[in-house]
């Protein structure tokens, strides 16, 4: 996934979470909790993720 580097691309395949269109639709703050990243990085990412999916 663009904008996301190898060990948290990692730690999302790990949490279910293999496409930008499961990461555009996940829970920033459960995900987020999940792999150990901040609720406002995990909403970048679903942003991107959105724009990916358009």
């Known amino acids: 996934m663009p904008g996301i580097g ?8 790990d ?3 293999s496409s930008a ?3 555009a639709t996940a829970d920033a703050e459960e995900l987020a909790d999940g792999i150990d990243v901040s609720t406002a990085q995990m909403e970048k990412w679903i942003e991107s993720a959105k724009r ?3």
């Open 52 to 54: 990916v999916e358009d």
């Open 6 to 13: 190898s060990s948290y691309a990692e730690r999302l395949r």
């Open 21 to 23: 269109e499961e990461l």
């Open 15 to 17: 949490a279910g979470i």
